[in-house]
Structures are given as C-alpha cells and as structure tokens.
C-alpha cells in the first residue's frame, strides 16, 4: 500500500507562497489519483485540488483556483500544490490523500481517498 507524506508547510505572510510537497512511503505515489485536502480551525475538511494518475486530469476548487496548482513529478515519486498569494483564510493543516491507482481522472470525493498522509500546518499572518 502507499502512505503519503506531506512537507513543505509554515509560517507566511499575507500574499506570500509555499509549496507543499506529497511524496509516499511504500508504493509510489506516482500511480495513484492524489489529492490536497485542507482543514482550517473548526472547519470540516475540504478537497483543495486533484490530479489523475497520469497528471492529464486535474481539479481545483474554485475558491483557490487563480492562485493554487497542483502537479506532480511521477518519476520523481512527488505531487506538489504550489500556493500563491496566500491569504489568511488558507490557514489549515493540509492533507495529501491517495485515491484510486491507475485512474485517468482527478478524483474528488473524499470517499474514494484511502490513503492519508498526517498532514502539514500552514499559517498565513495578517
């Protein structure tokens, strides 16, 4: 099985960027449909964007979608989510989630994501 790994979080200053980085322990993360999710303080955990196995299907929520991408690298075993002009209400521990192998489209339903990393804490400053 795949156990997904997050990195990459922190402390920014409003409009500031980071990138969060999904690598896997086990199976490669290269061959599974992944996904950033997010969780702010008492808030319920949210699909963020998505990414086929392949990298050709991807899906971003349309709250953040002039700002994040997500992408990944398969031979290099990582799915990154860029994040740019961050802003105060980004703040949340940030998921990265294993969903089907092999699959051709961004998958966004949480019920399908099997596998979930620990996840990583960004803070956006004011």
């Known amino acids: 099985q795949v156990q997904p790994v997050e990195s990459g979080g922190g402390l920014v200053q409003t409009g500031g960027s980071l990138r969060l980085s999904c690598t896997a322990s086990?199976?490669?993360?290269?061959?599974?449909?992944t996904g950033w999710f997010r969780q702010g303080p008492g808030k319920e955990r949210e699909l963020v964007a998505a990414i086929s196995s392949n990298g050709l299907s991807i899906y971003t929520v349309d709250s953040v979608k002039d700002r994040f991408t997500i992408s990944r690298d398969n031979p290099e075993n990582v799915v990154y989510l860029q994040m740019n002009s961050l802003k105060p209400e980004d703040t949340a521990v940030y998921y990265c989630?294993?969903?089907?192998?092999?699959?051709?489209?961004?998958?966004?339903?949480?019920?399908?994501?099997?596998?979930w990393g620990r996840g990583t804490q960004v803070t956006v400053s004011s």
């Open positions: 086990g199976r490669p993360i290269g061959s599974y449909a």
């Open positions: 989630a294993a969903g089907p192998r092999w699959s051709s489209i961004a998958v966004i339903r949480v019920d399908d994501y099997e596998y």
